[in-house]
C-alpha cells in the first residue's frame, strides 16, 4: 500500500511529524477514513478533526513540560467544540477561558472549575460574578480598573477571588502585529511598572487572594527568542516583589507557540521547554501554559467543494464552497493554508489555480497554490492547519451556514456540530407589530438547499 503524508507544494516532500492527513493508494485519508466517505455523508464545507493528533500533540506538550512542573490550561477560543474541550479534559488539560460563553463550554466538556483560568481583557461583571460562584481557579486581572470591578463582585457575593495580574511586559514577539499583545501600546495586560503597587492593593484586599502573575506576549510566535525576554522579566518581576514581602505562588506563562502552516506541524517543543526551564524552572511558582493553536491546529482541515473555474486576469481562479466566513485567517492575517486535492497523482498534480470563496468580498481570497490536479464543478480539495481557530472564529456572513464538524477517531468519524441553517437563524429574528407582517420561513428550505448539493 502506497503511503505518504503530504504538504502542499512538493506533495511528498514533506512529511510533518503529526499530520494527520496521509495518503493510502493515493487517496486522502484522515486517519483510518477517507476524507470522501465523510464528504460523502456530511455536505461540504466542513471542518474535520483528527482525535490522535490532538492526542499526540498533547502528550508531546505534556512529555516536554510536566518535568519541569508545568500544567497545560488549552485556549479555548482556538477550537471551542465541547467534543474536542471534552478529548482534551480526557487527557488532563485544563482550559484557559475569555468569555461567560466558554466557561461554559469548559463546564459542559467536563472540566472541573478548579482547572479553569479566566483571561480575557473586557469581563463583565455577570461573567466574574458566575465564574466566582462555580468555583475558577484563577482570574487573570488585566487592568486597575477590572481589579476594582472583581472586589465589588466578590463583596457582593461574599466570596474570595482567586488572581493574578496579567502583566504587559513590553516584550515584541514578532508575530502579525494584530496577534501581539505583549507590547506596551497594546490593549493587554497591566505595564510592568504598575504591578508592584497594584499587587500589594491586591493583597490587602480581603475580598482577593492574590495567587500570582500571568503573561501571554502574542499568537503564531515562530521565532521563540521573545518568550525568553518577556519569561526573565517575570522572573526578575516575581522576585522583586517577593524582596517587598509579597508572595507569588503561581505563574501563568500564557499561549502563543506557533505552527508550520506550510508543514501541517508543530514547532519543536524541547526548545520552548527549555527557555520555560531556564528563565522561570527554579523560582519555586506553579507554572501553567495557556496553549491553543498548537494542540489543536495541524489536526484539523476544512473541506470543501468547487463550484465553479473561471479566467482571471492570467490565471484560473477555482470558486469554492468555503468562504472567508469559514475561515476567516487569510482575509484577516493574510495567512496561508495549505490546500490538498483529495487524490495524489503527481502526474497531473502541476496546475496552478488561485482559489476564492463565494462572500462578496474581495479579501475572500485563500491564495494561489501550484501542484493541484485540474480542477472542475465537484471536485473537493481540504484546507489544513486549520483545527485553530477556524470554526471558532466562523461567522454566518452573506447568510452562509455555519459549517459542521467532524471528528475522527481511527476508522470512525462522528459529526460532533451540525451545521447552523438559515432556518436556525431566522427562528431568531422576530419582527414587529408595526412592521408588515412577513412570511413563515419556507419549512422545507433545507430540503431545498440540500436537495442540490
Ligand atoms: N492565552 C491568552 C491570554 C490568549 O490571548 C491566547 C490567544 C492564548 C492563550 C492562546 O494562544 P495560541 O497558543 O493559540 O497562540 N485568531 C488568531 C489568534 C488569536 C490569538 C488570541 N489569543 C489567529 O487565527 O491566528
Known amino acids: ?73 488549552f485556549a479555548v477560543k482556538a477550537n471551542c467544540n465541547v467534543s474536542v474541550l471534552g478529548l482534551l479534559a480526557e487527557l488532563g488539560s485544563g482550559m484557559d477561558i475569555v468569555s461567560g460563553g466558554e466557561l461554559e463550554r469548559a463546564l459542559a466538556a467536563g472540566v472541573p472549575a478548579s482547572k479553569i483560568i479566566f483571561s480575557g481583557v473586557g469581563k463583565k461583571r455577570a461573567e466574574i460574578a458566575r465564574a466566582l460562584e462555580v468555583g475558577i481557579h484563577q482570574i487573570n486581572v488585566e487592568s486597575a480598573a477590572e481589579l476594582d470591578v472583581v472586589i465589588s463582585v466578590a463583596a457582593a457575593l461574599d466570596l474570595r477571588a482567586p488572581v493574578a495580574l496579567r502583566v504587559n511586559p513590553d516584550v515584541d514577539a514578532h508575530t502579525h502585529s494584530k496577534i501581539s499583545t505583549g507590547r506596551r501600546e497594546d490593549k493587554f495586560g497591566i ?74 506541524a508543530g514547532r519543536e517543543i524541547g526548545e520552548y521547554a527549555e527557555i520555560v526551564r531556564e528563565t522561570v524552572g527554579d523560582i519555586g511558582c506553579e507554572l501553567t501554559v495557556e496553549p491553543g493553536r498548537w494542540l489543536v491546529g495541524p489536526g484539523g482541515v476544512l473541506v470543501t467543494e468547487v463550484l465553479y473555474v473561471k479566467e482571471t486576469g492570467d490565471r484560473l481562479t ?9 475561515l476567516m485567517r487569510p482575509a484577516l492575517y493574510g495567512a ?13 498534480n502541476s496546475h496552478i489555480y488561485q482559489i476564492a470563496g463565494p462572500v462578496c468580498e474581495s479579501s475572500d481570497v485563500f491564495g494561489t497554490y501550484a501542484a493541484l490536479p485540474p480542477l472542475q464543478l465537484g471536485d473537493r480539495l481540504v484546507f489544513g492547519c486549520a483545527g485553530a481557530y477556524g470554526a471558532s472564529m466562523a461567522s454566518t456572513y452573506n447568510s452562509r451556514d455555519l459549517a459542521a464538524e467532524v471528528l475522527v477517531d481511527g476508522d470512525r ?41
Open 1 to 73: 500500500m502506497a503511503e505518504h503524508s503530504m504538504t502542499l507544494v512538493e506533495p511528498d516532500g514533506g512529511t510533518g511529524e503529526r499530520d494527520p492527513l496521509v495518503y493510502r493508494d493515493e487517496v486522502l485519508h484522515i486517519e483510518g477514513v477517507r476524507v470522501d466517505a465523510i464528504a460523502q455523508a456530511v455536505a461540504t464545507p466542513f471542518y474535520c478533526y483528527s482525535s490522535a493528533a490532538i492526542r499526540e500533540a498533547y502528550g508531546t506538550l505534556s512529555r516536554a513540560l510536566s518535568p519541569i512542573g508545568v500544567s497545560v490550561c
Open 191 to 264: 505595564a510592568i511598572e504598575m504591578i508592584p503597587a497594584l499587587f500589594a492593593k491586591a493583597a490587602a484586599a480581603p475580598e482577593l487572594d492574590v495567587v500570582g502573575l500571568a503573561v501571554h506576549i502574542g499568537s503564531q510566535i515562530l521565532d521563540l527568542t521573545p518568550y525568553r525576554e518577556a519569561y526573565s522579566r517575570m522572573a526578575d518581576l516575581v522576585a522583586s516583589l517577593r524582596s517587598r514581602g509579597l508572595p507569588v505562588h503561581r505563574l501563568d506563562l500564557g499561549g502563543g507557540i506557533g505552527i508550520l502552516y506550510d508543514q501541517n
Open 318 to 326: 477555482a470558486i469554492v464552497d468555503a468562504g472567508m466566513n469559514d
Open 336 to 348: 496561508v493554508h495549505p490546500v490538498l486535492p483529495l487524490r495524489h497523482d503527481r502526474q497531473v
Open 413 to 453: 468519524f462522528r459529526v460532533i456540530r451540525r451545521r447552523q441553517t438559515i432556518e436556525a437563524m431566522l427562528a431568531l429574528e422576530e419582527g414587529s407589530e408595526w412592521q408588515i407582517p412577513r412570511a413563515e420561513p419556507a419549512k422545507d428550505v433545507e430540503r431545498v438547499f440540500r436537495q442540490t448539493a
